[in-house]
């Protein structure tokens, strides 16, 4: 499947190297304005073409890091679950930047191969209830259900996550920040 995605990015232009100051001081001039300059942000569009993948081994660590991402502030076990989603890899994919074979050659493609920008994939709660990560992030659905709604709801979400002759799925989905929101879902 091949997306295409139109990202702005700002940044900052890079400065030019100064010269010694004894240099500047002999030349008498000033360059207040030349700090002025390098403080306006350049706007620029870029056009990036998308493919989904099946997950694959060589995606571990571009999934990890998504998933560290994702729970930055929560205590999840991301290395076990990034290898849940390798194992089930019929589940979900992974999008990565399409592969233009009329301008890279083979070694540039061979570098790009493990590069992933975004992910989505399916953890069942029920099947996977022995491992740590499972539990870890039924708790933080638990603790976020308790801070942001009423006592009958936590106690609803409780006995769904628990009830083991239902299965739940937690679906979880993450991207790089300038990556377009509806790719990241598609």
Known sequence: TLFRSATRMASRPKKPALAPEKDMEDSGEDSGSENDDSEEEIHEEVSVDFEAHTIADSDHNGIKKLLQQLFLKAHVNTEELTDIFIQQNHIGSVLKQAEDLDDADEDD???DHGHVFGFISL???TERKDTPCAEQIKELILSQCEK??????????DKLLNDNSKPVGFLLSERFINVLAQIGRA
């Open 123 to 125: 953890l069942n709660l």
């Open 109 to 111: 493609v061979a570098d």
């Open 148 to 157: 942001n709604c009423e006592q009958s709801m936590v106690e609803q979400l």
